[in-house]
């Protein structure tokens, strides 16, 4: 079974630009989910998605990030304008069941550093 | 909001030693108990996880872990470490009514052969 699929794997920016993640959950997982990893730190969830719908967004900073599932598939996250402070492991991850101990599968992240 | 804890940020051991990292959250109702593991260049990856039932739990590679709802506890275990479990360890949690993980800081686990 392939697993969460994230790209790019590296990008590096200067403040005040965009950028733009990728994620491919694993093929009929319903749920998505974006987390940030600052260094030194767990991973926190920004948001999570059910099938293309936002089920919890409260720790997503809107007025510079944003994210969407067409189709209730591959999902994007978006960061406009970046900060210093948005250098972090950005993870994806996914899970097939609509319970509250449903695994969750990660995938390799991409590590964004902003100069 | 729940948080999760853990106390030992960098644990060094030789192999064959014991193991046990600490893990506590802070949450009255009913929980979901896990924890991650990251080894070098690798995604993240569960370890074992504890919904009901018997509160000691094992998952792969030895690891075991044991709820302890009066302490509010979710300690990992090992008995004897080997270079391979050299890692980065994370507890997490699950709050009743929520799917996402809420995670520790980590424990970066270091074994010397």
């Known amino acids: 079974e392939a697993g969460v699929a994230q790209s790019p794997r590296y990008k590096i920016i200067e403040k005040r630009q965009s950028v733009a993640f990728w994620c491919n959950p694993i093929s009929g997982h319903a749920t998505l989910y974006w987390y940030q990893q600052i260094l030194g730190q767990g991973p926190k969830l920004l948001i999570q998605f059910q099938n293309n719908g936002v089920v919890d967004d409260s720790q997503l900073p809107k007025d510079r990030f944003s994210a969407e599932r067409l189709k209730g598939v591959d999902s994007t996250l978006k960061i406009q304008p970046a900060k210093l402070e948005d250098s972090a492991v950005y993870l994806c991850?996914?899970?097939?069941?609509?319970?509250?101990?449903?695994?969750?599968?990660f995938g390799p992240g991409t590590r964004l550093t902003v100069l | 909001a729940q948080s999760v804890s853990q106390h030992n940020h960098h644990v060094i051991l030789s192999e064959a030693a014991s193991l046990e990292l600490g893990c506590n959250y802070s949450y009255g109702g009913t929980v979901n108990l896990f924890w991650y593991v990251q080894y070098p260049g690798q995604h993240l990856q569960l370890l074992l996880k504890?919904?009901?039932?018997?509160?000691l739990v094992k998952g792969i590679k030895g690891f075991e872990a044991e709820f302890i709802k009066s302490k509010f506890s979710f300690n990992l275990r090992k008995p004897s470490v080997q270079w391979s479990d050299t890692a980065e360890y994370f507890c997490?949690?699950?709050?009743?009514?929520?799917?996402?993980?809420?995670f520790g800081s980590g424990t970066r686990l270091q074994v010397q052969p």
């Open positions: 991850a996914s899970s097939s069941g609509n319970r509250d101990n449903s695994e969750q599968f």
């Open positions: 997490a949690v699950i709050v009743t009514g929520r799917r996402a993980l809420t």
């Open positions: 504890y919904f009901s039932g018997d509160p």
